[in-house]
C-alpha cells in the first residue's frame, strides 16, 4: 500500500467517523457526550489524508535532478522494496471495518448481552434520593427504578406509579424481565441493569422487544444467577410496544 492509497483509507475512515457522529448511529457505540471529540478525530484524519495527498502530488521543486541509484545496488534494492510492499498488502484489511461502518448498521447491544452478563446494579452509598419527578405516572430510567427499590427500599418511590422503558429479556424462569444496557463510556463496557415483573407480565414477546412499563413498587426481590445480585422487581398495571428509543442506553 503506497502513500496515496493509506491516504485514501484514511479519507473513508475519517468520513465514516464523521458519519456516524453527525447521525443518531454513534449513539449505538458510544455515550452522546463524546460526540464532539468523535467529530474532532474525524476532521483530523481527514486533514491528515488531505495533507498527505497534496504533500504527494505536489511538482517536484524546479532544478531537482532525479539521483541514480548506486551502480550493483538497484537488484537488492528492488527485492528489498518489492518484500516491503508485499508485506503491507494486509494494510488493505484496514479498510473492512471502513466498509462495515458506512454500509451495515449494527443494533445496539440488546438480549443476547444482558443474558450474558449479571446485573450491573452494584452497592452504593447515597443518604438521601432526589424527589420523584412530576406527573403521574412519574418517569423513570431502569437504573433510576432499580436503584431506588434495592438500596432504598423503595422509601423514596412510595405507593407513586412508575414509568419505566426498556427491552424484554427471557430470565432464568423463562418469564420475560425488562432491562436497559447502561454505559459508563461506550458499548465496550456496556452492563445491563435488569427489572423483575410481575402482576400483568407481557406474555408471548420476542427478546429485544421494547416496552414501555407502567406498575408500582413491590418489595419482591429476585437473584440475577450469573453473578448473584439483586433484581428488584415492579408490579405491572399496564405495558405497550414502543419503538426503540433515539438512545438506547442509559
Known amino acids: ?17 464523521l458519519r456516524a457522529s453527525l447521525t443518531d448511529l454513534h449513539l449505538r457505540y458510544v455515550k452522546e457526550g463524546l460526540r464532539p471529540f468523535l ?7 481527514i486533514l491528515t489524508a488531505v495533507m498527505t495527498l497534496w504533500y504527494d502530488l505536489r511538482p517536484a521543486p524546479r532544478g531537482t535532478a532525479d539521483r541514480a541509484a548506486p551502480e550493483g545496488a538497484t537488484l537488492a534494492e528492488d527485492d528489498h522494496d518489492g518484500h516491503g510492499h508485499h508485506g503491507l498488502q494486509v494494510a488493505w484489511l484496514l479498510i473492512l471495518p471502513v466498509l462495515g461502518l458506512l454500509l451495515v448498521a449494527p443494533p445496539a447491544l440488546g438480549s443476547y448481552a444482558a443474558g450474558q452478563a449479571g446485573t450491573a446494579l452494584t452497592s ?3 443518604s438521601e434520593y432526589p424527589p420523584m419527578p412530576d406527573g403521574d405516572p412519574a418517569d423513570l430510567t431502569v437504573y433510576d427504578y432499580a436503584a431506588r427499590a434495592v438500596f432504598d427500599k423503595g422509601r423514596s418511590i412510595g405507593d ?3 414509568r419505566v422503558t426498556g427491552f424484554t429479556v427471557a430470565g432464568p424462569d423463562g418469564k420475560p424481565i425488562l432491562a436497559r444496557m447502561r454505559l459508563s463510556c461506550c458499548a465496550a463496557d456496556g452492563r445491563p441493569i435488569k427489572i423483575g415483573m410481575s ?7 420476542p427478546d429485544d422487544s421494547w416496552i414501555e412499563v407502567t406498575g408500582r413498587y413491590t418489595d419482591r426481590v429476585g437473584r440475577d444467577p450469573i453473578n448473584d445480585l439483586e433484581i428488584p422487581y415492579l408490579e405491572v398495571e399496564n405495558w405497550r410496544r414502543v419503538a426503540e428509543p433515539r438512545q438506547p442506553y442509559e
Do not use: D, H, T, Y
Request: with cysteine.
Open 1 to 17: 500500500m503506497n502513500r496515496q492509497a493509506q491516504a485514501c483509507v484514511l479519507i473513508l475512515l475519517g468520513g465514516a467517523v
Open 39 to 45: 467529530i474532532a478525530a474525524s476532521l483530523v484524519l
Open 124 to 126: 452504593e452509598q447515597v
Open 199 to 205: 402482576g400483568n407480565v407481557p406474555a408471548q414477546l
Open 160 to 162: 407513586r406509579r412508575v
